[in-house]
T-cell receptor, first 112, second 114 residues
Framework: KNEVEQSPQNLTAQEGEFITINCSYS?????LHWLQQHPGGGIVSLFM???GKKKHGRLIATINIQEKHSSLHITASHPRDSAVYIC??????????????FGKGTHLIIQP | DTEVTQTPKHLVMGMTNKKSLKCEQH?????MYWYKQKAKKPPELMFV???????INESVPSRFSPECPNSSLLNLHLHALQPEDSALYLC?????????????FGAGTRLSVL
């Protein structure tokens, strides 16, 4: 079983729709990351969460530590939001430099 | 400057070749990472360097040899690779202050092994 599970794997929606991507994890973590990857490879960090909720523009990320679950929401979705969204976790190693363990990603397509 | 620069962008090599991938950052980050990403799969951690010392090696075959000559530069030396090593190789960096910080990724080197 993967340590980080995401759903859905694929999501197609119409422009303007409210989007939710879910992530659950089965290991102890020090932080959870939401990342965006466009075709061609570049990865951009959207959020890093250890508790509660964060908002940046039309993006909102929440985490429930007790339930080991996080969600990424996109409000008023736009075709430029089309990308792969990846949930990843940092499993605290104590050294302050910890590689990420990734979920399989959600391929999001927003149609005009 | 929040940029992580990887060179080359594309690399084609034969199984007997020796090549190197380069990653550079000037954000003062003291943690640097190599990830491997196969097509339509998530990235997988290969190596972590913290303060220029190798701190994590995820059981990567010895045909991949990392090197961190200084705090700004990370290399990945490749030798006797196999076709299944063809992938996107991503470098990232972060500041190891505190417990966890955001990782900044380069655009990757797309490697094809013939």
């Amino acid at each position: 079983k993967n340590e980080v599970e995401q759903s859905p794997q694929n999501l197609t929606a119409q422009e303007g729709e409210f989007i939710t991507i879910n992530c659950s994890y089965s290991v102890g973590i020090s932080a959870l990351h939401w990342l965006q990857q466009h075709p061609g490879g570049g990865i951009v960090s959207l959020f890093m969460l250890s508790s509660g909720k964060k908002k940046h523009g039309r993006l909102i990320a929440t985490i429930n530590i007790q339930e080991k679950h996080s969600s990424l929401h996109i409000t008023a979705s736009h075709p430029r939001d089309s990308a792969v969204y990846i949930c990843a976790v940092s499993k605290y190693s104590g050294g302050g430099a910890d590689g990420l363990t990734f979920g399989k990603g959600t391929h999001l397509i927003i149609q005009p | 400057d929040t940029e992580v620069t990887q060179t080359p962008k594309h690399l084609v090599m034969g199984m007997t070749n020796k090549k190197s991938l380069k990653c550079e950052q000037h954000m003062g980050h003291r943690a640097m990472y190599w990830y491997k990403q196969k097509a339509k799969k998530p990235p997988e951690l290969m190596f972590v360097y913290s303060y220029e010392k190798l701190s994590i090696n995820e059981s990567v075959p010895s045909r991949f040899s990392p090197e961190c000559p200084n705090s700004s530069l990370l290399n990945l030396h490749l030798h006797a690779l196999q076709p299944e090593d063809s992938a996107l190789y991503l470098c990232a960096s972060s500041s190891p202050r505190g417990i966890v910080t955001i990782q900044y990724f380069g655009a990757g080197t797309r490697l094809s092994v013939l």
